[in-house]
């Protein structure tokens, strides 16, 4: 069963929903030093999903599934969030620049092989697969490249 949503398929849309507010909490995480406002997606999800679980039980019929499906949604949204925060507090952690410098190369390098991988698998199916996991590869290639090379200019 394939759900649409505003002629989207929905696992394009929750993709290109998920690698927005990925972008956006990683922003917040290592831009702001505000606590509060890093929170802030942590918090509204954390109360979407409560509410739409809420809403589960109180609806009859299709509207209770309807909540449901929100309610993973944003539990899913939370858990990207949560990633964000790992990925900040690893980045933190770290003090050494060579073991921060190899672990973004090596990470560089296994979303660089899972895009071409991904890539050349849409190719093959003559582009009857979703692209999507070759996008988002992609994506954190060019995140842990971007790391590499800030980490390099710091010696």
Request: aromatic share 14%; hydrophobic share 55%.
């Amino acid at each position: 069963m394939d759900l649409k949503i505003l002629e989207i398929d929905s696992d394009v849309f929750l993709l290109t929903i998920s690698t927005i507010v990925l972008i956006i909490q990683l922003l917040l995480c290592f831009k702001i030093k505000n606590k509060f406002i890093k929170l802030i997606p942590v918090i509204l999800f954390l109360i979407s999903t409560i509410v739409f679980s809420i809403f589960i039980f109180i609806l009859d019929g299709w509207d209770s599934v309807g909540c449901l499906l929100l309610a993973i949604g944003s539990l899913f949204l939370l858990f990207v969030c949560g990633i964000s925060w790992i990925i900040w507090r690893f980045n933190m952690k770290l003090e050494k620049d060579k073991l921060k410098k190899r672990i973004y190369l090596i990470l560089y390098i296994i979303f660089l092989i899972i895009t071409f991988i991904s890539a050349g698998y849409v190719i093959y199916t003559k582009g009857q697969t979703n692209p999507g996991l070759a996008i988002v590869s992609m994506l954190f290639g060019l995140i842990f490249a971007g790391l590499y090379r800030d980490a390099k200019k710091k010696k």
